[in-house]
């Protein structure tokens, strides 16, 4: 472990998710103090070789690494921003590392405050469920100052089986908002098709059986066309636009045919329409990114040739 001995870690927050990850510090030899304003969640921990706290200001004066799992943003301003919070008794060289999904701009706001005192932080929200946490399977994805994250990657790969530092300060918790609005627009779009399926006449488990089977349950797209075309801006077509267009206007074409109102599956479709009337129907598929792109005016396939 970076420090070559355990650490003596404080856990605020022991609901769902944070109970299951301290018991992993438990369990990989950290000396830890849990702290919950839920006293229930607290009898967990009773008979075990856990310290359970009175008060944060307890877990601020007895331990130089101190966890915070709570449900959101303005959990956390309070908790370290309060009159007795963290921020007013946290002793220079102390590490926070927020597992909250939280806001970055909160994040940074207090990672400022507590530098100006000495102390440090990393955001370091987790993906994978209560059942990751349980397993200690968990992908923790962390922002903050290389050296920061070196000192919690202990605490971090005790609950872990993947930590990927993607930047600095606030830099987890945006990776973290943007894997969640990927997952839950994805859950929406399969609802959609879903309905369009069984109103056509498929048993809805074995639609989903075919999708889990086929390219979308194995997320190809994500670890191989993606990366290989829109992200090196490589347009020479593996699957045309033209060719997608086709195919997502004869699934909503089949939608009006069963009478399943459709709003995701029509702004595919009106954003392939809008880059097939640009001229780009010969190249890759993914092209059509381009677009939004465009919109946000970032540079992301831009950085290599789009022509």
Known sequence: MGSGRPYRVGFIGVGKIGRPMAQQLLRAGHDLLVFDSNTLALLTFDGTAATVATSVAQVVSECDVICLCLPGPAEVEQVVL???????????????????????????????????????????????????????????????????????????????????HVGSLGAGTIAKLMNNLAAFSLDQIIGECLTIGVKAGIEPDRLLDALQQAAIGKAGNLHVRLPETYMKGDFEPRFTLNGAHKDITLAVGLADEVGVPVKLARTVLNEMETAVSQGLGDRDASIVLTLQERRADVAISSRSSTT
């Not at 990672?111 to 990751?132: F, N, T, W």
């Not at 349980?134 to 922002?143: F, R, W, Y």
């Open 82 to 164: 309060a009159e007795d919070g963290i921020e007013s008794t946290i002793r220079s060289g102390t590490l926070l590392i927020d597992h909250t999904t939280n806001s970055p701009a909160i994040v940074r706001k207090i990672g400022k405050r507590l530098s100006s005192l000495g102390a440090s932080m990393v955001d370091a929200p987790i993906s994978g469920g209560v059942e990751g946490a349980a397993e200690a399977s968990l992908t923790t994805l962390v922002g903050g100052d290389p050296k920061d994250v070196e000192r919690a990657f202990p605490v971090l790969e005790s609950f872990s089986t993947s930590v990927v």
